[in-house]
């Protein structure tokens, strides 16, 4: 009987110690408390550059105005659109952030925005907010052909039905069709906080790094993905193919909320239906174009108006995202308790020695002298990234090219903000930090043996990792 | 009369399935045209409800659409990166090289292509699933001499390189040391990081003109030091060494620059069609008569390749002549935008 007992006792023991060992690590998860994030940079904050402020309250409001498609207000949304604001899906943990916990896009049918539309299957209440994309164009029996890549944005809804969209009627992409060829793939919003720090570190500085970085044992060569125009290193967007935040801005204006602008100046519709992938269609039926009656571009500039409100909507915003200043580090929360700072510390250290920091650079460099405001000169710029691209695997690859970067190469993921993020990869496919650190090891993946060294770490010290990564 | 009634009642019916032939017609092409909310198949929309034909899916998890990427003007001479794990050992023909693996271990998944420095990963070994309670990895990787952005000519200047830039998250084990690995001049140095409990192992050879590095890291070192055993095993070519490994023998001669103007006897710049600003570093073998006979392409877009396939099939050289025979050489040359890093230590260039 003895024998019996001391027995279950041992496999009781050795069943809490793996089920220790199973849950050895969590993450902490998004952290609640404020840390601040979200104000201007602090040269800003006291109108270092007479207007600066004024301009970035100007631009943090449009960034939040909701778009009509026409009549009294801001206008010019769509015929196609991924959302009305670019406060909608840049929110979290504030605005300019990415994508909140409740997906506005979940809420369009049932409350005008896009009253004849269906929600598309992958848009849900809590999920990320997305945007889609369909690496190649069908054929016409709704294969995927794989021989005509495709990879342009497919926004979800459209203006059809709206009382302010006269008799314009579109069709949804054909989303359901998309699913059963495997051939879409998403996007979440990019945070934006510190992008003006980010701008105006010099190519120079980070040709510098990547030719330091390849001095490593751990199988890592990224390179850089180039504006087409002048040839010089771009670095916004999930795989750095936008040069400037005035292009990021005016790009996304056009094709997430589809209103043309002095960037972008003509209504974008979707890529097959301009004739891409040989479907033969020649853009929007006229009844879809000028919706807003003004004329193109839909976004410009207003000479009649003094200050900041002079500008077009698409330099307010850039110039509003180009003033925030970046996210700032934070406690950590784990279960109800602060994590110590000698675990953060640790963590920080251990992110280091295994080779995370080798894409993920603490400090790409500092920025060069700004014209702008006092904050952007000569200011470190704490991102943690490197700013290249790197091949991510077949675990990650979304097949679509972008500028010169493949459809398995990103831009490595600046790291500040990441504390208080919700959603994780490019396409918000995890909230987990653990399943996002595992994604990096795949076939073709740079990023297999950092991996693999993460993997090599005792529980207590993959937890203090997690406790770092959720401080930044 | 009867007769004629019968023919105008035959233009009659004539003329009514004209009429509503015409008039289906009509409302079909109505339809047509009046209908813009109707799906069309094709571009990005598709009802997918042929049902005849199998649908096409996209292969799950596969790099369909690739950037600058590796390729060659011929699929039977070896490639750096073509090694791969098999029977238990890694084999390379390139490098002719085979590591066979400790037991227990493999390789998960395949490293990266070529990157545009010339970097390959070669292997990346772990232990397996059913074998976790063993901790470490190995990676076996080269660098092409030729496109090396480091100011390193051989194996033994690379590891003292890494030495003397080692990151301040370690502490030197063991300075850069020379050894034998199966029978081979290998150059040796260790490191640790005291935070995270890991050391390195770094072994260092020359093969082809290319560095071949064997890197083993774990928390155990008494697994580091049976990993370090377990490579006596490696099978290596004759010309491996800390700094002899410049081909010959049964593969080309390597010689770094040799394309440069006093070999070559005529050239053709490739015709690009389109601006690219990544640098193309292209390995070719020159025959004994001096022609292109091989061109390897570590990194470059299909376009890229293509033009400079086209050029380099009308370059002549001289031939290379080792005690009066002529032989096979294998050089290296930057085409596009050279890096750097690259530029700074005059890399060869295409563009001279």
Redesign the interface.
């Given at each position: 009987m003895l024998k019996k007992a001391a027995v279950m006792s041992a496999l009781a023991i050795a069943v809490l110690c793996l089920s220790a060992i199973s849950d050895a690590q969590t993450d902490p998860g998004v952290q609640s408390g404020s840390r601040g994030t979200g104000a201007a940079l602090s040269s800003v904050q006291s109108d270092d550059n007479a207007g600066i402020l004024a301009m970035f309250n100007d631009g943090q409001s449009r960034f939040q105005e909701v778009e009509s498609v026409s009549g009294a207000g801001d206008t010019g949304l769509g015929p196609r659109f991924n959302s009305n604001s670019c406060s909608s899906c840049h929110a979290q943990p504030a605005v300019g952030g990415s994508g909140a916990a409740n997906n506005p896009q979940a809420t369009f049918i049932s409350t005008g925005v896009a009253p004849k539309d269906s929600t598309p299957y992958f848009v849900t209440p809590t999920g990320p907010t997305v945007e889609a994309r369909?690496?190649?164009?069908?054929?016409?029996?709704?294969?995927?052909?794989?021989n005509a890549?495709?990879?342009g944005v497919?926004d979800l809804f459209t203006v059809t039905g709206r009382p302010d969209a006269g008799s314009c009627?579109?069709?949804q992409?054909?989303f359901?069709?998309?699913r059963?060829?495997?051939?879409i793939i998403f996007r979440i919003p990019t945070a934006t906080f510190g992008s003006g720090l980010i701008e105006n570190i010099d190519d120079?500085t980070l040709?510098?790094n990547?030719?330091?970085n390849?001095?490593n044992?751990?199988?890592i060569?990224?390179?850089?993905n180039?504006n087409?125009n002048d040839?010089t290193i771009s670095r916004f967007g999930w795989k750095a193919q936008n040069k400037s935040l005035h292009i990021f801005s005016g790009e996304a204006y056009n094709v997430e909320m589809g209103i043309s602008n002095l960037l972008f100046t003509q209504d974008r519709p979707?890529?097959?239906?301009e004739?891409?992938?040989?479907?033969?269609?020649t853009g929007f039926?006229s009844n879809c174009l000028n919706l807003s009656g003004k004329g193109y571009p839909e976004d410009t500039m207003n000479p009649g108006q003094s200050g900041p409100g002079v500008l077009d909507d698409a330099s307010a915003f850039a110039n509003f995202m180009r003033t925030l200043a970046p996210p700032a580090t934070g406690p950590v929360v784990l279960n109800g308790s602060t994590v110590p700072t000698s675990s953060i510390s640790?963590g920080a250290?251990?992110f280091?020695?295994?080779g995370c920091a080798a894409c993920h650079n603490p400090t790409p460099g500092t920025t060069q002298k700004s014209n702008i405001t006092g904050s952007l000169s000569n200011a470190a710029v704490n991102a943690y990234s490197d700013l290249e691209i790197?091949?991510m695997?077949?675990?990650l690859?979304d097949?679509?090219?972008q500028g010169?970067?493949?459809?398995?190469?990103f831009r490595t993921a600046p790291l500040w903000g990441l504390g208080q993020r919700i959603f994780l990869l490019h396409d918000g496919r995890t909230t987990s930090l653990i399943t996002a650190i595992r994604a990096h090891?795949?076939?073709?993946?740079?990023a297999?043996?950092v991996e693999?060294?993460y993997?090599?770490?005792?529980p207590s010290?993959q937890q203090d990792l997690l406790n770092f990564l959720r401080s930044l | 009369m009867v007769r004629r009634r019968g023919r105008v009642m035959r233009w009659v019916f004539r003329f009514l399935v004209i009429l509503v032939g015409g008039g289906v017609l009509s409302y079909a092409l109505g339809q047509d045209s009046t209908s813009k909310n109707a799906v069309r198949n094709g571009g990005d929309f598709s009802t997918a409800a042929d049902g005849a034909t199998p649908l096409v899916k996209v292969p799950e998890g596969v790099i369909l659409v690739k950037g600058a990427w590796s390729s060659a003007s011929d699929s039977v001479t070896p490639l750096p990166e073509g090694g791969s794990v098999s029977g238990n050992a890694y084999q390379n023909d390139y490098f002719k090289l085979r590591y066979p693996l400790p037991a227990g271990w493999g390789q998960q998944y395949e490293g990266p292509p070529p990157s545009d420095s010339g970097r390959y990963v070669l292997a990346q070994l772990r232990p397996e699933e059913r074998n976790r309670g063993i901790r470490g990895n190995i990676l076996i990787t080269a660098q092409d001499l030729f496109f090396t952005p480091l100011p390193a000519a051989d194996a033994l200047q690379t590891l003292t390189f890494v030495k003397d830039n080692l990151e301040s998250d370690y502490k030197l084990e063991q300075l850069p040391t020379q050894t034998k690995i199966a029978g081979r001049s290998f150059g040796f140095m260790a490191y640790w990081s005291p935070v995270a409990q890991l050391h390195w192992y770094l072994l260092e050879t020359e093969i082809r003109c290319h560095t071949v590095e064997m890197v083993i890291s774990s928390q155990d070192t008494k697994l580091l030091e049976s990993l370090l055993l377990g490579l006596d095993k490696t099978t290596l070519p004759d010309e491996a060494g800390l700094s002899s490994g410049k081909g010959g023998g049964s593969v080309p001669v390597c010689v770094k620059d040799y394309a440069s103007s006093r070999n070559v006897i005529s050239r053709v710049d490739p015709v690009f069609a389109e601006t690219k600003y990544n640098p193309v570093p292209v390995r070719i073998i020159i025959d004994k008569q001096g022609r292109v006979k091989h061109i390897h392409f570590l990194s470059a877009f299909d376009s890229q390749t293509k033009a400079i396939s086209d050029a380099l099939g009308q370059w002549r050289f001289k031939p290379y002549v080792v005690g009066g025979q002529a032989v096979e050489v294998e050089t290296g040359i930057m085409f596009g935008r050279v890096g750097s890093a690259a530029a700074a230590r005059g890399q060869p260039s295409a563009i001279e």
């Open positions: 369909f690496p190649f164009y069908f054929n016409r029996n709704g294969s995927a052909n794989l890549p495709n990879g497919e009627s579109l069709t992409p054909s359901s069709a998309a059963a060829a495997n051939n120079s040709l510098s990547q030719a330091k390849l001095n044992r751990l199988g060569s990224g390179t850089f180039h087409g040839g979707l890529p097959g239906e004739g891409g992938g040989g479907s033969g269609q039926p640790n250290a251990l280091s020695s295994i790197h091949h695997g077949s675990g690859t097949n679509v090219a010169g970067a493949g459809g398995d190469q090891n795949s076939r073709g993946s740079e297999s043996t693999g060294n993997q090599n770490l005792s010290q | -």
